[in-house]
C-alpha cells in the first residue's frame, strides 16, 4: 500500500524552527517529485515547497522564501521541510504530496497525499 506519513509538526513560538518529515512505505520516492501544501484554517491549500526526482531542483513560493528550505534523503525515502523564523501566518496544518511529474506547486498534479501534520506559530 503506497502511504505518506508527515510527522514533525507541533507548537512553535514566532522566530523558531521545526523540521516536518515525509516518509513513503510502499514505493521508493526517488522517482517522485514531492510537494509541501499547508492549509489554514478558513483558507484554500496553498503549496509551499516542491522538490524535483530528477536533479533536485528546489522551488518555494515567495511568503517562505528564505525562511524554509526542502531537502530529501532517498536512503531513508524521506523529504523534509526545515522551517526557521516561523510567524504566526505559517499556522495550519501541512501536507505533503507526491507525484511522477514535474515538480509543482499545482496540488492538483499529485497522485499520493499524506495525512497532514498540525504546526501552530504561537507566542
Known amino acids: 500500500q503506497l502511504q505518506l506519513v508527515e510527522s514533525g509538526g507541533g507548537l512553535v513560538q514566532p522566530g523558531g524552527s521545526l523540521r516536518l518529515s515525509c516518509a513513503a512505505s510502499?514505493?521508493?520516492?526517488?522517482?517522485?517529485?514531492i510537494g509541501w501544501f499547508r492549509q489554514a484554517p478558513g483558507k484554500e491549500r496553498e503549496g509551499v515547497s516542491c522538490i524535483s526526482s530528477s536533479d533536485g531542483s528546489t522551488y518555494y513560493a515567495d511568503s517562505v522564501k528564505g525562511r524554509f528550505t526542502i531537502s530529501r534523503d532517498n536512503a531513508k525515502n524521506t523529504v523534509y521541510l526545515q522551517m526557521n523564523s516561523l510567524k504566526p501566518e505559517d499556522t495550519a496544518v501541512y501536507y505533503c504530496?507526491?507525484?511522477?511529474?514535474?515538480?509543482?506547486?499545482?496540488?492538483?498534479?499529485?497522485?499520493?497525499w499524506g495525512q497532514g501534520t498540525q504546526v501552530t506559530v504561537s507566542s
Open positions: 510502499g514505493f521508493t520516492l526517488d522517482y517522485y517529485a
Open positions: 504530496a507526491a507525484g511522477q511529474i514535474i515538480a509543482t506547486l499545482h496540488e492538483y498534479e499529485y497522485d499520493y
